[in-house]
Nanobody
Framework: QVQLVESGGGLVQPGGSLRLSCAAS????????MAWFRQAPGKMREFVAS????????YHADSVRGRFFISRDNAKNTMYLRMNNLTPEDTALYYC????????????????WGQGTQVTVSS
């Protein structure tokens, strides 16, 4: 398995922006499809975005499409999530995940998970 560490979370006002990072180690990063999921208090963990091994194919959940943008830099073994126009509904613990198959919205497609980084959107 690959080891994953998220960073970049924090407190931001509504309408603000953040960029999350997910640093990978232990395996060849470019062998893995990657994704971001999030879990708000009292809710199930949900898909946010995924990206293929090469970075050429991305998927975004309807709730974030047009505001969030997933990307990766295989030379730096890092994945990113740029989040714009944040709302209180985006408040959650954000997890990055890695899987050896194709990029998918299903949690079962990923077998390595980070510990999460908290994003809180509040005025």
């Amino acid at each position: 398995q690959v080891q994953l560490v998220e960073s970049g979370g924090g407190l931001v006002q509504p309408g603000g922006s953040l960029r999350l990072s997910c640093a990978a180690s232990g395996r060849t990063f470019s062998d893995y499809a990657m994704a971001w999921f999030r879990q708000a208090p009292g809710k199930m963990r949900e898909f946010v975005a995924s990206i293929s091994r090469s970075g050429t194919t991305t998927y975004h959940a309807d709730s974030v499409r047009g505001r969030f943008f997933i990307s990766r830099d295989n030379a730096k073994n890092t994945m990113y999530l740029r989040m714009n126009n944040l709302t209180p509904e985006d408040t959650a613990l954000y997890y990055c995940a890695a899987g050896f198959g194709i990029a998918t919205m299903k949690q079962s497609g990923y077998d390595s998970w980070g510990q999460g980084t908290q994003v809180t959107v509040s005025s």
